[in-house]
C-alpha cells in the first residue's frame, strides 16, 4: 500500500475507497449464499473479505498517523477506537435484530450499506501530505522493514514481541467468536442477543 498508489485519490484516500467498496460489494453478496449450498464458492469469498477488512484498518492507521500531529495522536486514537466499537454495533447488534424480521439476504444488504458514510468520508477528505519517500521497490517496501526490526530487536526482543501480537487478544477474540452460538444454543432469539448481550459486551 505504500509503494502502489491508485489512480484515483492519492495513496490514502484511494487505497480506502477501494478497501471501503470492496467490502460493501462483498457484505451485500454474503446474503445471496447458502452455506450448505455453495460447493466451495464461500471461502474465496472470506479471502477477499478478509484481505479487505485488515487492509482499510492499515490504510486507516496510516491516514490518521499522517493527519494529526504526536501531540493530537492520543486522543486522535481514543476516538478512532470508541467510534470502532460503536460501529460494531452495526453487525453485532442490528443485524441480529434484523435477522428476526427479515431474510438474510436483505439483513447483509443493509448491513453493507452502513458502509456509505466511510465511502462518503473518504471522498470529503483530504489526501494528507506525505511524509519522507515513499518506498520505490516491493523489497524496500515489505522485506526491509522486517530486515530492520529484526536487526534491531534482535532475535529474542522480534520474537517476544510477534508472540505478543500474536496471543494479545487470541483469547478475547475466539470467546466473542464462539459467544454468539452459544447463547443461540442456550435458547435465545437473536433480538435478545442483539439487544441484551451485543450492548452489554461494548459497554
Known sequence: ???????????????MLLMQLGLLATIALFGLFRPTRICGRLPRWRCWWRFCRPAEDIVLDAFRREILTDRELGLGN???INAY????????????????????GSVFVVTALFMLPGVLMTLW????????T???TLREAVVEPFHEFWHRQGA???LVILAFIFLYKLGDSMATALA??????????KSQIGIVAKHAGLW
Do not use: N
Open 1 to 15: 500500500m505504500d509503494r502502489f498508489v491508485p489512480p484515483l485519490l492519492g495513496r490514502r484516500r484511494g487505497w
Open 78 to 80: 481514543t476516538l478512532h
Open 85 to 104: 466499537r460503536l460501529a460494531g454495533l452495526v453487525p453485532g447488534s442490528l443485524s441480529l435484530i434484523l435477522a428476526d424480521h427479515l431474510p438474510w
Open 125 to 132: 477528505a483530504q489526501e494528507p501530505t506525505v511524509r519522507g
Open 134 to 136: 515513499p518506498p520505490k
Open 156 to 158: 529474542r526482543g522480534a
Open 180 to 189: 454468539t452460538p452459544f447463547y443461540m444454543d442456550m435458547g435465545f432469539a
